[in-house]
Each structure stands twice: as C-alpha cells, then as structure tokens.
C-alpha cells in the first residue's frame, strides 16, 4: 500500500493541499509536523510548535524525533495523504522510508514562498549569520534538487487550493497531461 506523500519548501501549500485532496479522494490526512508536536508533546510533557521546538533543541533532536513521527505516520495501515514539513524530505535517513510512496512535489512562486515565511519572522532552519534572503535563496536551491529527484509528480500550486487538488487528482488517477503533472 503506498502513501501520498506531499514534500516540497516551506509554505508552498503542502498541508492545505493535501487536506482538500483527502477530502476529495476520500483519505484520511496527517500532517507530519502536527504528529511530531503530538509526539513531542507526550514525551516532554511541554507543548510547542515545530518552530520552537527546533529553536529550543537544535536541529538534530528535532530531526531524530521527525524521523520517529515521520515512521509512526508511514506504519499506519490504510492508505493517508501525508504532508511533510519542508526539510523532511531532504534528509538522508528518510529517503529509504519514502521511497516505496508516490511522492508529490508541490511547488510555488519562489517570491510568494518568500514573502509566506517572512510573515512570521526569520524562521529556525535559516543560518542565523546569513541575510534572510541569502539563506532562503541558498536552502531553496539547494532542496529544489532533492525534492524533484524523490518526486512521482510534480503540481504548481499557482491559482487556488481546490484547483491545485483538483489537478492532483486528476494526475494520481492518470487523467491529466503531461503539462499539469510534471514528473
């Protein structure tokens, strides 16, 4: 039974995506980041977000306990919809857990991704001795590569969430053109 999984940089849509394409398709969803605060929350007995938690721990506990979360989701038995936090697709250790899941990559316009992250202050995964845009244009080329070799299917979230869902769909079931599923 394979997954679908949705990875791509931070704010392109992954969760909202894959929420409206659960719903259409009649999955289940989970978002990874959600089931690692879940995680956190039982183990620490402290509630945080995935921001707080990386900025209070640092960035290898926070991607021991992703890749903990990250097989709790992929161990369950019916088929899900899965979103994963933008760095999660990156790391090594968690391609041998993906690689057997249709793997969707979701891309966005690189200045609207930008203007997105920004919202909320410099984030934890940017290198705190780079200009924010450095860091954001050096991590966005950087994981551009990783994610378009793990992808199945690629889709441009460019317009509306239910439209980018819709167009999903269409290339999971094998009904869209080459154009609207880039592989």
Not at 23 to 48: C, M
Not at 49 to 70: C, D, K, P, V, Y
Not at 132 to 143: G, H, K, P, Q, S
Request: proline share 3%.
């Amino acid at each position: 039974m394979k997954h679908i999984i949705l990875i791509g940089f931070k704010h392109v849509g992954k969760s909202r995506i894959g929420q409206e394409l659960a719903r259409l398709i009649g999955l289940p969803y989970r978002d990874l980041d959600t089931v690692l605060e879940t995680r956190y929350e039982a183990q620490q007995r402290q509630k945080l977000s995935t921001r707080e938690i990386m900025r209070l721990h640092g960035e290898s506990f926070f991607r021991a306990l992703e890749h903990e979360a990250l097989e709790d989701i992929l161990s369950l038995p019916e088929q899900t919809v899965i979103s994963l936090g933008g760095g999660a697709a990156v790391q090594f250790p968690h391609h041998a857990l993906l690689k057997n899941h249709t793997i969707v990559h979701v891309t966005a316009p690189k200045a609207l991704v930008y203007e997105r992250i920004m919202v909320n202050g410099r984030p934890a995964f940017f290198d705190s001795h780079e200009n924010t845009y450095v860091a954001f244009e050096r991590l966005w080329n950087e994981r551009q590569k990783i994610y378009e070799e793990l992808a199945t299917v690629t889709i441009a979230n460019n317009g509306s969430v239910l439209e980018a869902a819709s167009k999903l769909q269409l290339c999971l079931i094998g009904r869209a053109s080459k154009d609207t599923c880039a592989t």
